[in-house]
C-alpha cells in the first residue's frame, strides 16, 4: 500500500530532490567550465604558433632588408652624384641640335628635291593662272629626304651620347 507523505516528510523529500537538482547542476557547470577552459587553451596554443610563425616572418624580413639597403648603398657609391646636372645639361643639348638640324634642314635646299624645268608647265584654265613649282614663292619647298637626313643624324648623335 501506498500512503500519502505528512508535511514533515513532504518537506525533507523537497530538500532531498533540491540538493540533487543542485548537484548535477553544479557537474554541468563543472563540465561547461572545463571544455570552455580547454577549448581557451587549444586557441592560445593556435595562437603561440601563428605568433612564432610571424616572428619569424619578421626576422626574415628584418635580414633581407638589411641586405637590400647595404647593396643599395654600394649601387649608390658607384653611380656619381651629380648625375641630374648631366641629364638636364644632356637634355638641353638635344633640344638645340635637334632644333639647329631641323632648321638647317630648312634653309639648305636639297639637290634632290629640285623639280626639272620639264617637269612641271603652266596651264592655261579660264579662271585662273596655275604655276610651277619655282615660281611665285621663294622659299624652296622643305621635302621629305632633307627632313628624314635630319633624324638620321640626329639618331647618331644620341647614340654617341
Known sequence: MFHHPDKF???????????????????????????????LEGRMSACSAHNLKLQRKIQQLEDTNSDLLEQLSRLQALVPNGSGKTHRGTCILVLLLS?????????????????????????????????????????????????SRGIEALCRMMEKL
Open 9 to 39: 516528510e513532504e518537506k525533507i523529500l523537497k530538500k532531498i530532490r533540491r540538493k540533487i537538482r543542485n548537484k548535477r547542476s553544479a557537474q554541468e557547470s563543472r563540465k561547461k567550465k572545463r571544455e570552455y577552459v580547454d577549448s
Open 99 to 147: 632644333f639647329s638640324l631641323l632648321i638647317s634642314a630648312n634653309l639648305q635646299p636639297d639637290p634632290y628635291s629640285q623639280p626639272s624645268q620639264g617637269e612641271y608647265t603652266q596651264t592655261k584654265v579660264p579662271s585662273r593662272n596655275l604655276q610651277s613649282m619655282g615660281e611665285g614663292r621663294g622659299v624652296p619647298p622643305v621635302s621629305l629626304f632633307s627632313v
